[in-house]
Nanobody, 114 residues
Framework: VQLQASGGGLVQAGGSLRLSCAAS????????MGWYRQAPGKQRELVAS???????NYVDSVKGRFTCSRDSAKNTMYLQMNSLKPEDTAVYYC?????????WGQGTQVTVSS
């Protein structure tokens, strides 16, 4: 499985961004996909995840602001981020898990200015 993330950038507080993660390869083996982020000096944390059935989970700090979705026809996962805050600044990574292992995409930088 190969993952290609895109969509990061610089935005003012209160603004929005949409991240995309295009998957290729053995996509049928994927059970769950997710977005992680890592801010400078902090551990990588799970932000949102979406299962094959469409159910989603979010870390408390983004609930009500971020929406994770998948377009199966395009083999792409999205993270719509609204009402962005400076504390959302981080490198965002997409992840896909099969029953055997996990895969990472390259990170995309999100910077929210105050």
């Amino acid at each position: 499985v190969q993952l290609q993330a895109s969509g990061g950038g610089l935005v003012q507080a209160g603004g929005s961004l949409r991240l995309s993660c295009a998957a290729s390869g053995s996509i049928s083996r994927i059970n769950v996909m997710g977005w992680y982020r890592q801010a400078p000096g902090k551990q990588r944390e799970l932000v949102a995840s979406i299962y094959n059935g469409g159910s989603t989970n979010y870390v408390d700090s983004v609930k009500g602001r971020f929406t994770c979705s998948r377009d199966s026809a395009k083999n792409t996962m999205y993270l719509q981020m609204n009402s962005l805050k400076p504390e959302d600044t981080a490198v965002y990574y997409c992840n896909a898990k099969t029953s055997v292992t996990g895969y990472w995409g390259q990170g995309t930088q999100v910077t929210v200015s105050s």
